[in-house]
């Protein structure tokens, strides 16, 4: 069975962070999978992994699509994979309007219909072929990879919708989930497997990954204030607001928008009720977590992938939490 973690670069400071997912291969962590929001981009930590690593895999969750052009994304892509010695998987997204629109001046617009495109040339470019492309969303011209990956690169596609969904399963290798239930989780893979089938494919070929932010004992008020301040900000963007309301979270999900248009970003955080949270955040002792983890494997993932937070208040303090953390639910620890 597969078990990731993702470097908690954010909570521990890059150096421990990297430092921990070097550990997390002799603990029997099969993945390390990177995050990219506004501090370090997702290949750097993965090159320096990629160096003093041997048999954990190494992805990125997720590549912004509408950031990075798709020749961009395959040249870090296929660098990764070499340095690496293909152990790469690239998780490429739509990310949401405040990073893209807002922090990137850039537009989303027709994202199913762009990522089919971006997909197609992403492959074309690893598979070290010429590109010349010309379609409804996207343009690439006499683009030619100048590196050998030296092995396939597996793409998982992030996704919410039942359309993105779909997508993932006619033409990735994988899916990436955020911020879902367990049901959440067995409900969005129904569309991936539709997806796949639509396509003249077998859906039980594609991986089922999701992240899920964990704290292991650490104080329950704590993690509930701080954690629901977390989510938040992920709750009150429309996708992921559309995908709560569909999990069963529609009140919950509308107050959040209500609130937080209104400026009232507390009340916001308020509206992310105990229930709701309990749902989506892994938390409480470790035999607690495990149990929640199992939960997701249950439902079809095949690769959970722990983000370790810490409420500590020193970045050292942070740093010791989260190594106990990834120490107490490693498959070295469970046998």
């Given at each position: 069975?597969?078990?990731?973690?993702?470097?908690?670069?954010?909570v521990?400071?890059?150096?421990?962070?990297?430092?921990?997912?070097?550990?997390?291969e002799?603990?029997?962590?099969?993945?390390?999978?990177?995050?990219?929001?506004?501090?370090?981009?997702?290949?750097?930590?993965?090159?320096?992994?990629?160096?003093?690593?041997?048999?954990?895999?190494?992805?990125?969750?997720?590549?912004?699509?509408?950031?990075?052009?798709?020749?961009?994304?395959?040249?870090?892509?296929?660098?990764i994979?070499?340095?690496?010695?293909?152990?790469?998987v690239?998780?490429?997204?739509?990310?949401s309007?405040?990073?893209?629109?807002?922090?990137?001046?850039?537009?989303?617009?027709?994202?199913?219909?762009?990522?089919?495109?971006?997909?197609?040339?992403?492959?074309?470019?690893?598979?070290?072929?010429?590109?010349?492309?010309?379609?409804?969303?996207?343009?690439?011209?006499?683009?030619?990879?100048?590196?050998?990956?030296?092995?396939?690169?597996?793409?998982?596609?992030?996704?919410?919708?039942?359309?993105?969904?779909?997508?993932?399963?006619?033409?990735?290798?994988?899916?990436?989930?955020?911020?879902?239930?367990?049901?959440?989780?067995?409900?969005?893979?129904?569309?991936?497997?539709?997806?796949?089938?639509?396509?003249?494919r077998?859906p039980?070929?594609?991986?089922?990954?999701?992240?899920?932010?964990?704290?292991?004992?650490?104080?329950?008020?704590?993690?509930?204030?701080?954690?629901?301040?977390?989510?938040?900000?992920?709750?009150?963007?429309?996708?992921?607001?559309?995908?709560?309301?569909?999990?069963?979270?529609?009140?919950?999900?509308?107050?959040?928008?209500?609130?937080?248009?209104?400026?009232?970003?507390?009340?916001?955080?308020?509206?992310?009720?105990?229930?709701?949270?309990?749902?989506?955040?892994?938390?409480?002792?470790?035999?607690?977590c495990?149990?929640?983890?199992?939960?997701?494997?249950?439902?079809g993932?095949?690769?959970?992938?722990?983000?370790?937070?810490s409420?500590?208040?020193?970045i050292?303090?942070?740093?010791?939490?989260?190594?106990?953390?990834?120490?107490?639910?490693?498959?070295a620890a469970?046998?």
């Amino acid at each position: 069975m597969r078990l990731g973690m993702t470097p908690p670069i954010e909570v521990a400071g890059m150096r421990s962070a990297i430092e921990l997912a070097i550990r997390a291969e002799s603990l029997g962590y099969t993945d390390v999978w990177s995050a990219e929001v506004g501090g370090t981009d997702g290949f750097t930590p993965l090159a320096a992994l990629a160096a003093r690593t041997e048999k954990v895999r190494l992805g990125v969750a997720l590549a912004p699509v509408y950031t990075r052009p798709p020749a961009l994304t395959a040249m870090s892509a296929a660098s990764i994979q070499a340095l690496s010695d293909g152990r790469f998987v690239l998780g490429i997204g739509v990310s949401s309007p405040a990073i893209v629109e807002g922090w990137m001046g850039r537009t989303i617009e027709r994202p199913v219909e762009y990522v089919r495109e971006y997909v197609h040339v992403l492959r074309e470019a690893l598979a070290g072929r010429k590109v010349s492309f010309e379609g409804e969303t996207l343009h690439a011209d006499g683009f030619r990879l100048q590196i050998e990956p030296g092995a396939p690169v597996p793409i998982h596609l992030g996704a919410l919708g039942p359309r993105m969904c779909r997508l993932a399963g006619a033409v990735a290798d994988g899916v990436l989930f955020f911020l879902m239930t367990p049901e959440g989780c067995r409900e969005a893979l129904e569309h991936v497997a539709a997806g796949a089938r639509e396509a003249g494919r077998d859906p039980a070929d594609l991986e089922a990954f999701v992240r899920l932010p964990t704290a292991v004992d650490e104080p329950e008020d704590l993690v509930r204030f701080m954690g629901r301040r977390l989510l938040t900000g992920y709750a009150m963007t429309p996708a992921y607001n559309a995908s709560l309301a569909r999990q069963g979270f529609e009140s919950q999900a509308s107050g959040i928008v209500e609130a937080w248009t209104a400026g009232e970003r507390d009340r916001a955080t308020e509206q992310f009720d105990d229930a709701m949270f309990d749902d989506l955040f892994v938390h409480g002792d470790a035999a607690a977590c495990r149990a929640r983890i199992e939960a997701y494997r249950e439902a079809g993932i095949t690769t959970p992938v722990v983000m370790p937070i810490s409420v500590a208040g020193s970045i050292e303090e942070r740093a010791e939490r989260v190594t106990a953390a990834i120490e107490a639910l490693a498959p070295a620890a469970t046998g």
